[in-house]
């Protein structure tokens, strides 16, 4: 283990030789590169050996499109030699990986403790008897999941895990579901042979016309519900069947914040308005509400932040109407904005109903307050209801993010990667636009898509893996092990690539 992954007779070289370049491309200072990795043994600096895709990943895209679709494919990795921040591909190349796997790496590649917890017993008994956990956990789940997932949001003392992000909101809509249906009702008994015989049909009343309110540019998952929720982006959702819930619009803001506060205060008062009514009608209707769904920072269509005032005005609309309202911290949960939870910046008045998470807590899930605990078994269920080897890792990154304070990390990172954006942008007018963050939860514009695309190509060209949302936003997504040190190379890179695409 000594000397880790990157640190390969090959990977050294290509470092000791592009040293130097690497300084002079990113035109960094010296200093900038002097605090101590959190984790040992990765490299200083990106190598770019080939063009990326190089050669053996194209031949590997070749291979795999016999089998299936590959247009999604950006290269091929080297997940042996990929260490920390920095995630290596076949053709020799060594990135600096500010996207993570789509937001999803805690503590980058790698990490030597949770290396060491892969090769546990206890990790290999998960792993290869991959319990029905509805059913069958063994004796150590409950402390498991107070140990590796009661760092809970304030007072939920809930927790049921799933699979992925998706299955964790299906679920949580169910929740819903299951206990607007209750209310109405009038009791928490089992429902009766009615509708127990007409939900086999798919009739009323045991298939109730029930909705969730979601808002424009959301993104909630692929499956069929949580894909009628998702309003990010066409190629999500064309071409299938989607449920007729009711959408309300998330507030635009106009930036710099602070320049704009009256207009930005007037876009939260319209945009809860537009939900209140929007609930309203549909309840008129008879398809009533159960519930709204929402993202502390909505991700995939755009990085687009509100403000606290917004998220307090809809717990109370919530609340006035009867219906949960749940939070979906998938990509901001785990630390990253530097809260352990995205909605701890908002003061609400009390919990949210439901929060679910996913991404870089390894495991799926979603906490609940007692109200929305299921009244009979089986009515929230599937096969494996997440995955034991996940929540063991999670574990372990626990003690990490506690151990090397990665939220007090995230904080300081993100506040620093904010005036060095602030700066590019100031130096560089009409380049970047709308630059806002939380932590590390950091996204900026370009004039427009096809700019923002042609940046990320040169970046990457650069050594710089990134992701891009909404209609021109570069958004970053780095895990909790990224430092100063990295955000400097970051920043370097950029102006460099603007420099190249243009920006002088």
């Known amino acids: 283990m000594k000397g880790a992954f990157l640190t390969s007779r090959v990977v050294r070289k290509g470092l000791q030789a592009s040293t130097l370049q690497a300084r002079q491309r990113s035109s960094l200072p010296e200093q900038a590169h002097q605090t101590a990795s959190l984790v040992q043994g990765e490299p200083n600096y990106p190598v770019v050996a080939t063009a990326i895709p190089g050669p053996k990943s194209q031949e590997l895209m070749k291979d795999l499109n016999d089998i299936q679709a590959v247009g999604s494919v950006q290269f091929f990795v080297d997940y042996a030699r990929s260490l920390g921040n920095y995630v290596a591909d076949v053709d020799g190349n060594v990135l600096l990986d500010v996207y993570t796997q789509i937001a999803s790496l805690p503590l980058g590649y790698n990490h030597p403790r949770l290396l060491r917890a ?77 509708d127990q015989q007409s939900c086999m049909l798919n009739r009323a009343p045991g298939s109730p016309s029930l909705t969730v309110l979601s808002f424009e540019h959301a993104f909630h998952g692929r ?57 309203e009608e549909y309840n008129r209707a008879g398809k009533w509400v159960a519930g709204m769904v929402i993202e502390p920072i909505q ?119 904010m005036t060095g954006l ?15 963050g939380l932590g590390t939860f950091v996204a900026f514009d370009l004039p427009s898509g096809g700019q923002r695309d042609k940046l990320m190509a040169v970046l990457r060209s650069k050594g710089v893996v990134s992701g891009g949302c909404g209609d021109a936003s570069i958004r970053m997504r780095p895990s909790l092990v990224f430092q100063r040190q990295h955000a400097d190379i970051y920043l370097g890179a950029l102006e460099s690539a603007l420099a190249e695409l243009g920006g002088d």
């Open 223 to 279: 499956t069929l519900g949580s894909l009628t929720t998702t309003r990010s982006k066409p190629i999500h959702k064309v071409d299938i069947p989607a449920l007729d819930w009711p959408v309300a619009p998330f507030p635009m803001y106009q930036y710099p914040l602070d320049q704009f506060a009256a207009e930005n205060s007037a876009e939260d008062e319209r945009c809860l308005q537009r939900a209140e009514e929007a609930i």
């Open 422 to 436: 602030n700066g590019i942008a100031e130096r560089r007018p009409g380049l970047l636009s709308r630059i806002r």
């Open 299 to 417: 991700a995939e269509g755009g990085d687009n932040h509100a403000s606290p005032e917004f998220f307090q005005g809809l717990q109370k609309i919530a609340r006035k109407h009867q219906m949960a309202f749940m939070i979906d911290e998938v990509q901001t949960g785990c630390g990253v904005t530097g809260k352990m939870w995205a909605h701890q910046w908002f003061g609400l008045d009390g919990p949210p109903d439901i929060v679910s998470f996913s991404k870089k807590m390894l495991t799926g899930g979603y906490y609940h307050t007692d109200k929305y605990r299921p009244n009979a078994p089986y009515r929230i269920y599937n096969t494996w209801m997440g995955d034991p080897a996940k929540v063991l890792q999670l574990e372990e990154v626990i003690s990490v993010m506690k151990d090397d304070k990665l939220i007090e990390n995230a904080a300081d990172v993100g506040a620093h990667l």
């Open 118 to 194: 892969a090769h546990s017993p206890e990790m290999t008994l998960a792993s290869v008897n991959r319990p029905a956990l509805g059913s069958f956990p063994d004796a150590r789940w409950p402390q498991k999941l107070r140990s590796a997932l009661m760092w809970l949001p304030r007072d939920m003392t809930n927790v049921q895990t799933m699979a992925c992000g998706s299955c964790s909101n299906e679920n949580a809509y169910k929740a819903m579901f299951i206990v607007y249906r209750n209310r109405q009702r009038g009791s928490e008994d089992l429902p009766p042979i009615e």
